[in-house]
């Protein structure tokens, strides 16, 4: 009974996931520029409703079998036909697998430890029947009832998995550490921030960033260097990258001090508040200093107008009758 009702599970498991490659598939049009790709997560949770669904049956149908056991009748072609499944289910498992890691699909590599976690089911069935055949023991029930409460769990922590994919996960950082590492390379640019990755399916990766470029440059200059990153970003990472061009002034001397004391400052607050864009007004009584300061992921302890002024007495103290402008950014990947 357990290993007929899972095998249930993964048939309708099979047909739904078919059909969410075949619409997840399909291009962009022009009602979805993006393509259909995210279908693929709603395909996926699907699948986990179905095994849920039938998990709950399992389990209605193993305690009634607790509370009238019937004898299992097995034979050698059922053991034959077991040990078959096992088989089958292991090669299912390694070719999704495979298959998966080729394509980057989340949901292929759910149905590949689906299956994996199927051999161990099978297996149980095997041992708990035999079992019963051997000692007389009726223990079916049981064995099904776990195997009913394993089914509706896993189903569950599928179904919790693709919620995150479609409300927007934080990337996988080895993506980050791969972009990061590219940008880190690039000899022409200053710096860089702001880097925002956002996903359309698992095989589409959008994705924009600040690129800090010496202001000396001249148009075109900027433009073929951010042009090369995003070609790069597009034939090695599959990445459409958008890049922002922020000019950079490297050879003004009161810009570099103010420069490296308001980095100073921030620091000597918290150690994990980062700061880019840093520009000096100098047109206007009293003259600005405009940054962007990048919060913790975690709480911070006080507010922002709390450190604004703090920062504003500390910049008084130390570099002079400045008005400090502050533009928070809350970001999770940089």
Not at 31 to 60: A, C, D, Q
Not at 198 to 204: D, I, L, S, V
Not at 298 to 327: A, F
Request: hydrophobic content about 45%.
């Amino acid at each position: 009974m357990a290993d007929a009702m899972n095998n249930l599970s993964d048939t309708v498991s099979s047909i739904l996931t078919l059909v969410g490659f075949y619409i997840s598939g399909k291009p962009a049009d022009q009602n979805h520029p993006y393509g259909h790709e995210r279908f693929e997560y709603i395909s996926g949770m699907l699948v986990s409703i179905s095994i849920i669904v039938v998990g709950f049956r399992f389990l209605t149908s193993s305690i009634e079998r607790i509370k009238t056991p019937q004898a299992v009748h097995i034979n050698s072609t059922i053991i034959f036909i077991l040990l078959f499944s096992i088989l089958i289910k292991v090669w299912q498992g390694v070719f999704y697998k495979k298959i998966a890691e080729k394509i980057h699909s989340e949901t292929l590599i759910a149905s590949s430890k689906d299956s994996i976690y199927d051999v161990y089911i099978t297996i149980s069935v095997l041992i708990s029947a035999s079992i019963q055949w051997l000692t007389r023991l009726e223990i079916d029930g049981y064995v099904s009832f776990l195997i009913a409460c394993y089914i509706i769990v896993n189903g569950i922590l599928l179904i919790r998995g693709f919620i995150n994919e479609l409300i927007g996960m934080r990337p996988n950082q080895k993506e980050i550490d791969k972009m990061k590492k590219y940008l880190a390379s690039v000899p022409s640019i200053v710096g860089y921030h702001d880097l925002l990755i956002h996903q359309y399916g698992p095989r589409k990766t959008f994705a924009s960033v600040h690129i800090e470029i010496d202001d000396r440059l001249n148009l075109n200059e900027a433009h073929e260097i951010v042009d090369q990153i995003e070609q790069q970003f597009k034939d090695e990472l599959a990445v459409d990258l958008v890049c922002h061009i922020d000019p950079v002034n490297l050879h003004d001397t009161q810009q570099q001090f103010v420069r490296k004391e308001i980095r100073r400052i921030v620091q000597e607050i918290h150690q994990e508040l980062k700061i880019h864009d840093i520009r000096l007004d100098i047109h206007e009584k009293p003259a600005k200093i405009l940054f962007d300061l990048v919060l913790p992921a975690t709480v911070y302890p006080v507010t922002e107008e709390e450190l604004t002024k703090k920062i504003q007495q500390k910049v008084n103290v130390r570099i002079g009758d400045y008005s400090v402008i502050i533009t928070f950014d809350h970001t999770y990947l940089l």
